[in-house]
């Protein structure tokens, strides 16, 4: 069983700041990739920013320049950095990761229960 947690969410004003954090934790044996995703109520959930082990990185165009998403030294953290917040980054924000739990056991996703970004003056 893996588990991820997310931290981090909140209210901002426009323009501001917020860091997110998410933790993977479990059976996990191999972590290929890490991201985040965010969703609107009555809208899909849409990709915001994904890592690999490699470290290669992709975000979505809403967000370039803005958001930065890294990993920690532990490497089963994984964290979003966003700057200069608009009110249209308002969502409930979804750690995802693409984990093995074993040998020559393929990859799966898996995601957190969810941080909500709310951005209002």
């Known amino acids: 069983q893996v588990h991820l947690v997310e931290s981090g969410g909140g209210l901002v004003q426009p323009g501001g700041s917020l860091r997110l954090s998410c933790a993977a934790s479990?059976?996990?044996?191999?972590?290929?990739?890490m991201g985040w995703y965010r969703q609107v109520p009555g809208k899909q959930r849409e990709l915001v920013a994904t890592?690999?082990?490699?470290?290669?990185?992709n975000y979505a165009d809403s967000v370039k320049g803005r958001f930065t998403i890294s990993r920690g030294n532990a490497k089963n953290t994984v964290y979003l950095q966003m700057n200069s917040l608009k009110p249209e980054d308002t969502a409930d924000y979804y750690c995802?990761?693409?984990?093995?739990?074993?040998?020559?056991?393929?990859?799966?996703?898996?995601w957190g229960q969810g941080t909500q970004v709310t951005v209002s003056s």
């Open positions: 479990g059976s996990i044996s191999v972590i290929y990739a």
């Open positions: 995802n990761g693409l984990i093995s739990t074993g040998w020559r056991t393929p990859g799966t996703d898996y």
């Open positions: 890592i690999t082990n490699l470290g290669s990185t």
